[in-house]
């Protein structure tokens, strides 16, 4: 059998590295999408804490720029596609809705274009996310519940994710959308809550920081492991049947509970150093998120092998590691 392509926008990012480290071992030729606007060597420090940087070819190109998509795909032929650029901060899509609006919903349609034109025999896939669901219409969110965004970057996802569906049903692409719950690790950015609370962690910790300020500490997410979601983005694409799926622990946490995880870990209190920081409330919040998996179970053969606990502790001992060096 000759040697699968696999062709990854936001090869960069947290999902992108730990894609690119699965697909590698599974014997793909892994080729990646390199904005110049993110096309230094510190845009790469997450191929390269995977020691992998010099395994992907990254090319030049953009989400907003169909011409170099066709040119990628045109060029490199590859088998499949996983679009995970966007713009993914929820509290900077308030700031940059248009932004937000093009790279993230317009760049998944130029993808679904792009190979719509050079080979629908493409395999997609897309990266939809449980913020779609907002305002939950479901106390358990499944493939059917109602979606109600909560953010412009939630309605960016929205349209990419039915534009996903749509081209399936129209031209009869085998496009999958995977509706992922919140998914961590080391390598996710600073900006982000977990990192955010795991880096402040690790520098009380170490002496160099005395608070974590945080907004809405209730705020309830179903948390699991980077690592064990990029498997399922595999498997969706080795199905006979393009279909869309969540992906989620099916167990919800409080921002509390989760904070104070990575406080034990290092042996403090909480209490003594969190600061509840209005400026950091969003102006519509999502109280709570919990995903059903039982379809990506039953149909992918797939679970979250990584608890919360461990996921935590493996972030604040890789920031604790980071610092010191």
Same mark, same amino acid.
């Given at each position: 059998m000759s040697q699968k392509t696999a062709f990854i926008t936001g090869i960069t990012g947290q999902d992108g590295a730990y894609l690119s480290q699965l697909l590698l071992q599974k014997d793909y030729r892994v080729i990646g999408l390199a904005p110049r606007r993110s096309s230094s060597d510190l845009a790469n420090w997450r191929l390269d804490w995977l020691g992998i940087t010099d395994q992907v070819e990254l090319l030049e190109g953009d989400l907003t720029d169909l011409a170099s998509l066709i040119r990628i795909m045109t /060029?490199?032929?590859?088998? /499949?596609? #996983?679009?995970?650029?966007?713009?993914?901060?929820?509290?900077?899509?308030?700031?940059?809705? @248009?932004? +937000?609006? +093009?790279? +993230?919903? @317009?760049?998944?349609?130029?993808?679904?274009?792009?190979?719509?034109?050079?080979?629908?025999?493409?395999?997609? #896939?897309?990266?939809?996310?449980? /913020?779609m669901y907002g305002l939950v219409q479901e106390p358990v969110q499944t493939e059917t519940t109602p979606f109600y965004p909560r953010s412009p970057y939630a309605a960016a996802k929205l349209y990419a994710h039915w534009m996903t569906v749509n081209y399936r049903e129209s031209f009869g692409m085998f496009t999958c959308s995977g509706v992922l719950f919140n998914h961590e690790s080391p390598l996710r950015g600073i900006e982000f809550v977990t990192r955010k609370v795991t880096d402040a962690v690790a520098r009380i910790h170490l002496g160099l920081a005395d608070e974590l300020r945080l907004g809405n500490i209730d705020a309830k997410r179903d948390w699991g492991h980077a690592r064990d979601y990029v498997r399922a983005m595999?498997?969706?694409?080795?199905?006979?049947?393009a279909d869309d799926y969540v992906v989620a622990t099916g167990r919800t946490t409080t921002v509390r509970e989760m904070a104070e995880i990575a406080f034990r870990h290092v042996d403090l209190n909480m209490e003594r150093h969190l600061v509840i920081d209005p400026a950091f409330f969003r102006p519509a919040e999502v109280d709570i998120l919990l995903g059903d998996p039982t379809k990506a179970k039953t149909t992918l053969g797939w679970s979250a092998e990584t608890s919360l606990e461990n996921m935590i502790c493996e972030m604040v001992d890789a920031d604790i590691a980071r610092l010191k060096s």
């Open positions: /060029e490199h032929k590859p088998d /499949e596609v #996983y679009n995970l650029g966007a713009q993914s901060f929820v509290k900077a899509s308030w700031q940059q809705p @248009i932004l +937000t609006g +093009t790279v +993230t919903g @317009i760049g998944a349609v130029n993808v679904l274009e792009a190979v719509r034109i050079v080979n629908p025999a493409i395999r997609c #896939y897309q990266a939809s996310t449980s /913020e595999w498997l969706m694409l080795q199905q006979d049947k």
